[in-house]
């Protein structure tokens, strides 16, 4: 189970409004203007009159003074704001009239009120900014934000048409957005780049209650899924153990196993169609210098039929749950072999022929079976392993704990596939240059189908990958314990060790 947070922030968004600086400029030197003339006789009850305070629509009484009681600081103060309003009906008195700016008979009003200053103000070729320019850069355009609605987001202010999507480059309007290191996306479109998908219904990977995104995940083939596919029938290929998707549907073989088409490509279907497979597994062993002199029946065979054979025999040992694979038998039984290839129609097995045979044991080995069905690397490494059960019999291996045998069952089954999937000469844990065997790769490498596809390869990976990393005290510590052995001293001294103490070499 793999639980992992939501990577996004969702991040407010605050809206505002800048108004025009000529109205500013009004509003404020009128509230300051209001203020300094509180004393004047104009609206005045009683010698008082109201006075604003600040920008609230509250009143007040305040005492009547004169100019000439105006303290120094102010008078200077009053000098400067009608300095400033001079300049600017200087430099706009040729331009356009707007919103903003006072009338002439206004201004004239006030000078006159003043004690006559006059009414021309010369040009001064570097006017006073009231406001600095640029204290508000879009984050987006970088210019100046102006007039209007505007935002305020990821610590800086943005035009609403600036602040865009990195995904789809729409504009984002909602108040809240995603952020992925210092781009932000609309939640829909973060969540479509960055939330897992399930493999299997191509949905969305839901959060569980504590609002994480929980999945399964193949080991291996590293597909991610709903949790809730393990238990609403989706099913599972019996090779690869991947789900089906519902892009594609898998093979029901009528026994309650299903087969994806990948692995369908190279699945061997009938005991005729393995007797070539086999004879090269039985040419890798005499390449190992381990030559089956016997020849040992091989039957391909149905899950009911493998079943019934293994309950037939007395000694069975230990085996894979709940599915077994492979049998080497030791008792003379009758079991059904399918005789030919069925066909394949509607995503189903069809026409499946078997016929029973009588197995007569001539030796310790009676026959090799192996469930029909599987690919071709699947089936090859079943037989090599099935097969040492055969070689340690016939050798006059006995009574070997189920870790040693099963383990180095699993050596033998993991070196062929190694040779059949590893290009060229490689590494094989039997290869020792004290024991003059040579490499798994090299002695069956005559034994090859032309190249591989690359599909092929990766099972064939997937394969290694189960024998190495399975749980079962006998196949998976088994083999382990096995492979640090041959590894160590060569696969013949590993087998001569276990012939006379029933162990693997420390």
Not at 31 to 47: A, E, M, P, R
Not at 102 to 118: H, K, N
Not at 181 to 199: A, E, I, N, Q
Not at 365 to 375: D, E, H, N, Q, R
């Amino acid at each position: 189970m793999y639980s992992s947070d939501v990577s996004h922030l969702s991040q407010p968004c605050i809206y505002g409004q800048t108004e025009s600086p000529d109205n500013q400029k009004k509003s404020g030197f009128m509230k300051w203007f209001s203020k300094l003339f509180k004393g004047s006789d104009h609206g005045t009850t009683n010698g008082r009159r109201p006075q604003v305070v600040g920008e609230e629509n509250m009143f007040w009484r305040a005492p009547s003074r004169s100019l000439d009681d105006l303290p120094r600081a102010e008078n200077e103060d009053l000098d400067r704001a009608i300095a400033l309003s001079l300049a600017e009906n200087a430099k706009k008195r040729n331009g356009p009239r707007g919103l903003g700016y006072e009338d002439d008979d206004f201004t004239g009003g006030i000078q006159e009120r003043l004690g006559g200053i006059p009414s021309f103000f010369p040009y001064n070729p570097n006017p006073i900014q009231l406001l600095p320019r640029g204290y508000r850069l879009c984050g987006g355009c970088k210019r100046e934000i102006g007039y209007g609605h505007y935002l305020s987001c990821m610590g800086t202010f943005w035009h609403p048409h600036c602040f865009r999507c990195y995904s789809c480059g729409q504009a984002i309007r909602e108040s809240e957005f995603s952020l992925s290191g210092s781009y932000p996306y609309h939640k829909s479109c973060y969540k479509d780049l960055h939330h897992p998908k399930c493999d299997v219904c191509h949905q969305f990977i839901p959060t569980n209650l504590a609002g994480l995104i929980e999945y399964r995940a193949h080991p291996f083939w590293v597909q991610k899924y709903c949790p809730s596919h393990e238990h609403d029938g989706t099913p599972r290929c019996c090779s690869c153990e991947r789900m089906e998707s519902r892009s594609a549907k898998y093979i029901a073989l009528g026994d309650g196993r299903s087969l994806c088409l990948e692995c369908l490509d190279s699945a061997v279907m009938d005991t005729g169609e393995c007797q070539p497979l086999y004879h090269a597994i039985r040419d890798f062993y005499e390449g190992m210098y381990m030559k089956i002199d016997q020849q040992i029946p091989m039957l391909l065979v149905e899950r009911q039929a493998l079943n019934e054979a293994m309950e037939g025999e007395k000694d069975v040992g230990p085996h894979h749950m709940p599915e077994t694979r492979g049998l080497c038998l030791s008792e003379e039984q009758t079991v059904s072999s399918i005789l030919k290839k069925p066909r394949i129609g509607k995503n189903r097995i069809l026409d499946m022929r078997t016929y029973p045979q009588k197995l007569i044991r001539r030796c310790e080995v009676t026959a090799i079976l192996v469930l029909y069905g599987l690919p071709r690397l699947l089936t090859g490494s079943i037989l090599a392993h099935e097969l040492m059960h055969g070689w340690l019999r016939l050798k006059g291996y006995r009574n070997l704990s189920p870790e040693v045998e099963e383990g180095i069952c699993q050596i033998l089954s993991h070196m062929w596939l190694e040779s059949e999937v590893m290009p060229g000469p490689s590494f094989a844990p039997s290869s020792s240059s004290s024991n003059n065997v040579p490499s798994s790769s090299s002695s069956s490498s005559s034994y090859k189908k032309g190249g591989k596809s690359e599909i092929e390869k990766k099972l064939g990976g997937f394969f290694m990958h189960q024998i190495a990393n399975d749980i079962s005290p006998a196949y998976g510590e088994g083999f382990r314990a096995a492979h640090v052995a041959v590894n160590r001293y060569g696969l013949r001294r590993t087998l001569d060790h276990i012939r006379h103490t029933g162990k693997f070499p420390i």
